[in-house]
């Protein structure tokens, strides 16, 4: 049976912890293992993270953090996990996603790697202006 989550949140610091929360206490009740829900607290944490930072230079505004819970084609479980905001968005993606680029001098740069690592699949969607929504998928490996 599809399962599914939606949360929208003020772009605040404080705010990455709740969505972190939310999605993993979603996916365990899906059955995932502790050990996969650790890797999407990691993915979650940095494109909520991301929103929080980078999307709204002049302030805040909404991001919006959905989990959904189906069986792919082959009858194994999968989790979709969408994190969504209506900001500056993401010029040039394939740079954005190169370790160690960042725009923020002190900053690491190596959100979307971790995303890409821990996930299964990392897809991302920006406009100027218009926002980012970032799609990781995460399978399940027993059910
Ligand atoms: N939601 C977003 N809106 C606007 N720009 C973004 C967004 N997410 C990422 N970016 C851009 O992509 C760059 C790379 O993101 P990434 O998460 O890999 O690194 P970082 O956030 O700069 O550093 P770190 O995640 O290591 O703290 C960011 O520096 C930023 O310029
Ligand atoms: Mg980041």
Redesign the pocket.
Known sequence: MKNEMRLTLVSIPSNVAVARIAVATFAASQGFSVAEIEEIKVAVS?AV???V???YPDGTGEVTVRAIHEENESGRGELVVEVM?H????GDIAK?KEPG????PE???????FMESFMDSLFLESQPEKG?LVRMVKRQCRQ
């Open positions: 940095e993270s991301n929103s930072l980078h999307a905001d900001g500056t968005g993401i954005a680029y960042s725009t923020i900053h690491m740069g190596l959100g979307f790697s980012t």
